[in-house]
């Protein structure tokens, strides 16, 4: 069974670079074919896709945040991380870790999240 | 502000059918891109229903069914219980985005 867990500060100042790692288990990040991606939810709303990080090491970025980004892979830790820059108190929110299916475009396994807060 | 249109709500008492829609245009699920659903239990993660239009993934129970007609999908879940009050979203591909992963608004079902 794959299972992915995310780790990292839960507490970002206003400006700074938030980082968060997703540690998983039960399978190989460098499995071809297969994306393994971050998404966010703010408190009380909806999701949006941050990125993706394919085995091959091609990254896609939602174009919104896309200038801010950097989604990277550690295939000897069998982790990915997630580096979001200058962040703003509108990037508080729970952050999921999830692999993506190649192909077909969506999410099949998700880490539990981890709420990250940027005090205003 | 997402492209995937869904109701805020829907309710309906045990064993009752309810259907969630998702609007979207010609640039994603009116373009033939699939159209996935997942449940979100309060304080979880989300987790896949619905892959590809209409597949469950297994365990999912067949009381949730999927299907996509024109610019819209559908979820149904038929026969409601007490533990499917949870907030569900649809999700696409956008090319006019350049949105791997578009998801819809979310709609909270309510279990009366």
């Given at each position: 069974q794959v299972q992915l867990q995310e780790s990292g500060p839960g507490l970002v100042k206003s400006s700074e670079t938030l980082s968060l790692i997703c540690s998983v288990s039960g399978y190989s990040v460098s499995t071809s074919g297969?994306?393994?991606g971050w998404i966010r939810q703010p408190p009380g709303k909806g999701l949006e896709w941050i990125g993706n990080i394919h085995q091959s090491g091609n990254t896609?970025?939602?174009?919104?945040?896309?200038?801010?980004?950097?989604?990277?892979?550690?295939?000897?830790k069998n982790q990915f991380a997630l580096k979001l820059s200058s962040v703003t108190a509108a990037d508080t929110a729970v952050y999921y870790c999830a692999r993506g299916r190649p192909g077909i475009v969506y999410f099949d396994f998700w880490g539990q999240g981890t709420l990250v807060t940027v005090p205003s | 502000q997402s492209v995937l249109t869904q109701p805020?709500?829907?309710?309906?008492?045990?064993?009752?059918?309810?259907?969630?829609?998702?609007?979207?245009?010609?640039?994603?699920?009116?373009?033939?891109?699939?159209?996935?659903?997942y449940q979100q239990l309060p304080g979880t993660a989300p987790k896949l229903l619905i892959y590809a239009n209409n597949n469950r993934p297994s365990g999912v129970p067949d009381r949730f069914s999927g299907s996509?007609?024109?610019?819209?999908?559908?979820?149904?879940?038929?026969?409601?219980?007490?533990?499917d009050d949870a907030d569900y979203y649809c999700q696409s591909y956008d090319n006019s985005l350049s949105v791997f992963y578009v998801f819809g608004t979310g709609t909270k079902v309510t279990v009366l």
């Open positions: 297969y994306y393994w896609y970025y939602n174009p919104s945040l896309k200038s801010r980004v950097t989604i990277s892979t550690d295939t000897s | 805020p709500s829907v309710s309906g008492a045990p064993g009752q059918r309810v259907t969630i829609s998702c609007t979207g245009s010609s640039s994603n699920i009116g373009a033939g891109y699939n159209v996935h659903w996509t007609s024109g610019t819209s999908a559908s979820l149904v879940i038929s026969g409601l219980q007490a533990g």
